[in-house]
Nanobody
Framework: QVQLVESGGGLVQAGGSLRLSCAAS????????MGWFRQAPGKEREFVAV????????????YYADSAKGRFTISRDNAANTVYLQMNSLKPEDTAVYYC????????????????????WGQGTQVTVSS
C-alpha cells in the first residue's frame, strides 16, 4: 500500500509560481511512475505531468500535458520519496485541485495519462490563481 500526501497549494496571482510536493510512503517508490493531475470545478480530472521510470537504474522520463509544457516542471527525489511540481507563469485557468498519483505498471519509458491507470492517489491540494 502506498500513501500520498500533497502540499504546497495556495493562492497566487497570475504570473506567479508555486511548488507542489507529494510525499510517498512505501519501499518501491523508485519504480513507480509518479504523476500530477488536476481537477477544476465542473470538469473532469486531467493529466498534467508524469515522471515515468525508464526501467534502468534511476533514469526517468518526464511528460507534460500541452497546457503545462514550458511552464511546469516535474521532478523527484527518491531518497526523500517525494515528487515535485514546479509551476511558473501561472494563469487563472490553472486553478484546480491538484492530485498526486502513483502508477505501479512498468510502461517501458512511455507513460499513463488516464486517471484509471493510476493505482494510488493523494487527497489533493487546492491551487487558486487570481487574475
Amino acid at each position: 500500500q502506498v500513501q500520498l500526501v500533497e502540499s504546497g497549494g495556495g493562492l497566487v496571482q497570475a504570473g506567479g509560481s508555486l511548488r507542489l510536493s507529494c510525499a510517498a510512503s512505501g519501499r518501491t517508490f523508485t519504480t513507480y511512475n509518479m504523476g500530477w493531475f488536476r481537477q477544476a470545478p465542473g470538469k473532469e480530472r486531467e493529466f498534467v505531468a508524469v515522471t515515468s521510470w525508464s526501467g534502468h537504474s534511476s533514469t526517468y522520463y518526464a511528460y507534460y500535458a500541452d497546457s503545462a509544457k514550458g511552464r511546469f516542471t516535474i521532478s523527484r527525489d527518491n531518497a526523500a520519496n517525494t515528487v515535485y511540481l514546479q509551476m511558473n507563469s501561472l494563469k487563472p485557468e490553472d486553478t484546480a485541485v491538484y492530485y498526486c498519483a502513483a502508477d505501479r505498471t512498468y510502461r517501458r519509458g512511455t507513460y499513463a495519462y488516464r486517471p484509471h491507470e493510476y493505482d494510488y492517489w493523494g487527497q489533493g491540494t487546492q491551487v487558486t490563481v487570481s487574475s
